[in-house]
């Protein structure tokens, strides 16, 4: 039997104000392409929307793309991460279980596990949505649960108690687990006033664990079987360099083999470092000029209109960067202690630094020392 493991869909997400609508469908479509080449079962560990109120377009999305992967015999096990509202997520939940499109987002159902059969192969998925300790504790509050891994550890014990003998056994979850720091700012984003790091010995037990919430493909532990399949598009400039992937699961005779199939963007993710004027002169940039796009400007003076003269090569640029000019913010305190005493001088100052020279700065200082002129003028009363 064959399954597909991905997680991270952030469906309805946005970065720097621009929604990612058309490639989250080119994305999808690729995952449903897999599904449909024969999958007894797609897993999604969590995170499905971005948000708990996702647009409606992600909505929509997300409803065409189980559509079609359901009608085509695969059976969908979906939890909600720590993005999700489970609520809302678990909507017409028990109707859609029987259809074969399971979405199990309450800790009730933890104990039992779902069988998805494909021939003479078996395999029981057990299901542990993103964990709440404040939420499990209300659930069983006769359970000593202080923190937020003792909470995971009570659910899951919970359902290595229903593993059934001789049949291979998933557990999918949203945590955040193994050896690896936290890099990515998308998902810092989302662990920002998070519980900590669940050890990985808690999913003990199952024959692999299909996690979610870290947005880079890795293994998070190979004594449990714990991998991260990752997000399905990088989503900050720090996933730049990833290559996005699902996990493909082969079961035979009990026996799991791993492989990785690739995403592809629509549109790739990628930064660019070098001084303003050989960005725009250089043809060899051009090749960026379909992708998201984060410039670092090595320059320490500011030029006139940066971010429309970029955008007219780089239609895609999403943010931009002048590190240099940061460091070099700190003026000479004495130079800006003369300044502050001349409105003039500082004016001056700030025109160097946007690079303003010759005719355009005496036209700057010609409506300067006017505009001084009527403030004057107003100060004395001359004018109302
Ligand atoms: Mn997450």
């Not at 014990?157 to 999918?172: A, T």
């Not at 000019?325 to 700190?330: K, P």
């Not at 700057?364 to 001084?372: C, G, T, Y």
Request: net charge negative; proline share 4%.
């Amino acid at each position: 039997m064959r399954l597909l493991h991905v997680s991270d869909l952030h469906l309805g997400k946005s970065i720097h104000g621009q929604d990612l609508e058309a490639d989250q469908r080119h994305a999808l479509s690729q995952i449903e392409k897999e599904a449909k080449r024969g999958c007894g079962a797609l897993i999604i560990a969590g995170d499905v929307f971005d948000r708990a109120i996702p647009p409606t377009y992600a909505i929509e999305m997300l409803s065409g793309f189980l559509e079609r992967v359901s009608d085509a015999g695969v059976e969908i096990v979906m939890i909600p991460g720590n993005h999700d509202s489970p609520e809302r997520l678990g909507f017409a939940s028990g109707i859609l279980s029987r259809k074969g499109v399971h979405i199990r987002s309450s800790y009730h159902d933890c104990g039992s596990p779902i069988f998805i059969e494909d021939g003479d192969e078996r395999v029981q998925i057990f299901t542990l949505p993103f964990v709440e300790e404040a939420i499990v504790r209300e659930f069983f509050p006769d359970e000593a649960i202080d923190d937020h891994s003792s909470a995971v550890g009570f659910l899951v014990d919970r359902m290595r108690d229903g593993i059934v003998d001789g049949i291979p056994s998933v557990l999918v979850a949203h945590e955040y687990t193994g050896g690896d720091v936290i890099r990515s700012e998308s998902e810092r984003e989302l662990l920002l006033g998070n519980q900590g790091r669940v050890p990985s010995e808690v999913f003990g037990g199952f024959d692999y664990v299909a996690l979610g919430h870290l947005h880079g493909p890795q293994v998070a532990s190979r004594e449990m079987n714990a991998r991260y399949s990752g997000s399905i598009l990088p989503y900050s400039f720090s996933e730049a360099e990833q290559e996005k992937s699902m996990i493909e699961l082969n079961i035979k005779n009990g026996v799991i083999n791993f492989g990785r199939v690739v995403i592809e963007p629509l549109r790739r993710m990628s930064v660019i470092e070098d001084s303003f004027e050989n960005i725009l002169s250089n043809t060899t940039y051009r090749r960026y000029a379909d992708d998201y796009l984060s410039i670092r400007l090595t320059d320490t003076g500011l030029s006139f209109d940066i971010q429309n003269r970029l955008r007219a090569i780089f239609p895609y640029l999403m943010d931009i960067q002048m590190p240099n000019l940061i460091r070099e913010g700190a003026i000479d305190p004495e130079i800006m202690r003369r300044a502050l005493d001349s409105p003039r001088e500082l004016f001056s100052l700030f025109l160097e630094r946007f690079g303003w020279e010759g005719e355009k700065r005496e036209m700057a200082f010609e409506v300067f020392d006017s505009a001084r002129k009527i403030i004057q003028r107003r100060q004395r009363g001359d004018i109302q």
